[in-house]
Nanobody, 118 residues
Framework: VQLQASGGGSVQAGGSLRLSCAAS????????TGWFRQAPGKGREFVSRLIWSTGSTFYADPVKGRFTISGDNAKNTVYLQMNMLKPEDTAIYYC????????????WGHGTLVTVSS
């Protein structure tokens, strides 16, 4: 399974970006797709998750009300709409997928850089 994250870029604070994560390769029973990020000098943190079977979504507190995750099953793609961006959102954003309700994510994309200037 290959995951291709795209859509990153440079924006000013208050701006918006939409990230995409397209999955390809062998058939994979995806339970959930998640977005994570890693800011310069910091560890990776969870951002958001979509559970495909139910459409359920979950967000980390710092992005609640500003970010929206959605999925297009036909295109095997998950999106992360990011609004009201803040400088602290600056990070490399990664998408990942897993096949089970518990346990680690199985496959990761290479990431896309988001830079928010004040």
């Amino acid at each position: 399974v290959q995951l291709q994250a795209s859509g990153g870029g440079s924006v000013q604070a208050g701006g918006s970006l939409r990230l995409s994560c397209a999955a390809s390769g062998r058939s994979f029973n995806t339970y959930a797709t998640g977005w994570f990020r890693q800011a310069p000098g910091k560890g990776r943190e969870f951002v958001s998750r979509l559970i495909w079977s139910t459409g359920s979504t979950f967000y980390a507190d710092p992005v609640k009300g500003r970010f929206t995750i959605s999925g297009d099953n036909a295109k095997n793609t998950v999106y992360l709409q990011m609004n009201m961006l803040k400088p602290e959102d600056t990070a490399i954003y990664y998408c990942a997928v897993k096949s089970t309700t518990t346990g680690a994510y199985d496959y990761w994309g290479h990431g896309t850089l988001v830079t928010v200037s004040s």
